[in-house]
């Protein structure tokens, strides 16, 4: 179980590494606009404010990859952080922003989440 755990966190951490190129380096782009459901003038509008969203989604990528890598107890805690940071992000976007980053972000986190528990 611990195996699968790390990999679900790592996939995750994946997750958040590819939003980051979306919103740091793509936002503007076609395939970032369908993502996010932009245009081409609110995408050239917001770019900075992407960028910066994007730059916090790599912090979230950059602690779930620390939490698998690092040792236990160390490890545990830093996964369980970041997997809660990650649900309580995607639930605001859900309330904020699009009801589907409930299911992209929100609900992998919690699965990552129970499955690091249930190794404890």
Known sequence: MSIIATVVVLLIAALHVYILVLEMFLWTGPKARASFGTSAEFASATKALAANQGLYNGF???GL???AVAS???GFQVKVFFLVCVAVAGAYGAVTASRK???????????GL???LATR
């Open 114 to 116: 129970a499955l690091v």
């Open 72 to 74: 236990d107890p160390v």
């Open 101 to 111: 980053i409930v299911f992209v972000q929100t609900v992998p986190a919690l699965v």
């Open 65 to 67: 990859v620390w939490g």
């Open 60 to 62: 979230l990528a950059a």
